[in-house]
């Protein structure tokens, strides 16, 4: 009988109901894909193309729960692929339908099941998410960050590691600092902001910082003074040549749902937001090169006399 391994992780707590990832999966783990037996398709239910593919994989890291094999095993997985055919990409047609399966790519395994078998929790169902084994950095820092309740230490925190974290971290930072946000916004805010604006942080941290903070003000009833200081924070990132990847979901997103109750209706007038005209006229100017939707309605909110 094997014996059972447990993670480096066990100060992650189980959260189940959680926005993150790491605190949400039962197991957290990295592996190699090292080998891989190629199978033609063939035609699967409904005309699909269908083919099932042997990998040989070695777990690398056990991050999170417990393992029935030790890190260093290789063990083989079978997983399901489909596709319309070799010239057309559809929707979501499964986890592993999407992924690549090269011989060297590494994964972080993000995975919610009773099993201890890797092959088992790798499977379509368990296995929720694969990211870049690279990730495995946001997990390390989740795990150094615990128990994580002190918002203003963790986001000091966040701070001296941004270069180094990405996305999952982010979603961490939130689901920990999001009921302080919620009481004490003020305080919370400018350390928030900080993060967003920092140039050498990573794209992805920035991202979910940004994402997490727009899914909080929806929880508000938006006061006046936060709907002000997030829209001046969300159009001062970007004027950031460093936050250029941002910029479509800036414009489209979080500064949109910012100053607009819907299309058409503003929530506040950009005089409040900019008592300044020169500083509406230069934001103005930023957003005549895009061509994105709301683009020209954020123009015509700073235009406004």
Same mark, same amino acid.
């Given at each position: ?17 959680? %926005? ?16 891989? &037996? ?34 260093? %095993? ?16 559809? &929707? ?56 994580? %309740? ?83 924070? *969300? ?22 749902? %910012?100053?607009?109750? &819907? ?19 230069? *934001? ?22």
């Amino acid at each position: 009988m094997s014996s059972v391994v447990e993670g480096a992780g066990g100060q992650l707590p189980l959260e189940p109901q959680s %926005t993150s990832e790491i605190l949400s999966a039962t197991h957290l783990f990295t592996v190699a894909i090292v080998g891989r &037996d190629d199978v033609p398709w063939g035609t699967g239910p409904g005309g699909m193309q269908q083919r099932t593919l042997r990998l040989q994989v070695e777990l690398l890291e056990l991050l999170k729960g417990s393992l029935d094999v030790p890190p260093g %095993t290789r063990f083989s997985l079978e997983v399901v692929q489909k596709r319309v055919s070799a010239f057309i990409e559809m &929707d979501y047609m499964g986890l592993w339908s999407h992924a690549d399966t090269a011989p060297g790519v590494r994964y972080l395994v993000v995975s919610t099941g009773a099993s201890q078998s890797p092959a088992k929790l790798m499977q379509e169902g368990p296995c929720k998410r694969l990211f870049d084994a690279k990730l495995a950095a946001d997990v390390h820092a989740a795990i150094a960050a615990e128990p994580g %309740t002190n918002a203003s230490r963790l986001l000091q925190f966040a701070y001296e590691r941004r270069a180094k974290v990405d996305e999952l971290f982010g979603r961490y930072l939130w689901a920990r600092i999001k009921p302080a946000f919620l009481k004490q916004h003020a305080m919370v805010l400018p350390l928030i902001v900080r993060l967003m604006h920092a140039a050498d942080a990573t794209e992805g941290f920035r991202r979910s910082v940004a994402d997490g903070l727009d899914d909080a003000m929806s929880d508000l009833h938006e006061p006046d003074d936060l709907v002000i200081a997030v829209a001046r924070a *969300y159009f001062e990132m970007l004027a950031q040549p460093e936050a250029q990847p941002l910029h479509d979901d800036l414009i489209e997103g979080y500064i949109f749902n %910012t100053v607009f109750i &819907d299309e058409g209706k503003s929530r506040i007038d950009s005089h409040r937001v900019f008592p300044n005209a020169a500083d509406r006229q230069r *934001y103005a100017s930023l957003l005549k090169d895009s061509d994105q939707e709301r683009a020209a309605e954020l123009r015509n909110w700073l235009a406004q006399r």
